[in-house]
């Protein structure tokens, strides 16, 4: 396991380092969608199968034509704007996606081009839907480390373009979507990205793949079930704890949107009250990297991340990859 530790004490950092935070949150989601309805002919079930699996009533999909960096461009602007920060500023572009527009080039200079980040290094971060997680890690350690001081993070991924709609396992999940934050420099009322524990397991290959000859996903439903909720529920616990904090003083738990069923299984595990735990799967469905920066996004907008409030991020995906971290939320600008 690889972790990211701030301190001993999650809100003071050691001598000579940075703290980092959030400063920024912004999603940019497809017009279009799939309905269950739609869904449930296709694949010939009934909608209340595919509603009591999932949870997920509709999901959003990218018109043909559309293109992953237009939506990671505008997320990240929107954001931008949100922190007061010029992308002329930034020193560092990091996509988390898994189904960037082509092959090569990467995601990240398309957006850093198109932002007119002039200045920043471009990335892309590749671990499915622990993506954006791991982007986090990743950036907030260079900002700690004093190699940078304003970052953009994406989490976007047009997850129906490499969907089979003849497997029932996975395309009932599946959705588009982008969101993106902007990272700086942390503490005090700015909050602070806390530690962050990522872990693998590539022994797991083949229960969620994609290969390059079909370019669709294929998942062993069950299986996936089983390590989504033991992973992401052992590295909750691991989180907080490296935080020196306990389950009861998290005010926010926001786990990948996966499917409601994990969730909801994560929460009964830790004896959380439903309105602590983010679940906004219904109506936009698994869009793999983005879902973290969409969940945050919408937890804003209903209230629950007020400046303060100490919020835990967990996520699970393909590989296997899992992670979990901890932060306290700062005084955001205006949605």
Known sequence: MLEQTLAPELFRAPAGRQLATIMSVATELPVGFISVQELSERLGVSEDWILTRTGIRERRRAAPGERLSDYAAR?????????????????????????????????????????????????????????????????????????????LLVGADFVTRITNYDDRN??????????????????????????IVLGADGSHRETIIARHSDRLITMDGPEVFRHAVRRMTAVTEEAIARAGLTLDEIDVFVYHQANARITRAVGERLGLAPERVVDCIETLGNASAATLPVALAQAERDGRLRPGARVLVSAFGAGFTWGGGVIEWGGLGDA
């Open 75 to 151: 997320a990240g602007r929107a954001a931008l704007q949100r922190a007061g920060v010029s992308a002329s500023e930034l020193d560092l572009v990091l996509v988390a996606t898994l189904t960037q527009d082509e092959i090569t080039p990467n995601t990240a200079p398309l957006v850093a081009h198109a932002l007119g980040a002039e200045r920043a290094g471009a990335i892309d971060v590749g671990a499915a839907c622990t993506a954006f997680l791991s982007g986090l890690a990743l950036g907030a350690s260079q900002i700690e480390s004093g190699r940078a001081e304003l970052i």
């Open 170 to 195: 996975s395309a009932r999940l599946f959705a588009d979507a982008a969101g993106a934050v902007v990272l700086g420099r942390g503490g005090g009322e700015q909050g602070v990205i806390g530690p």
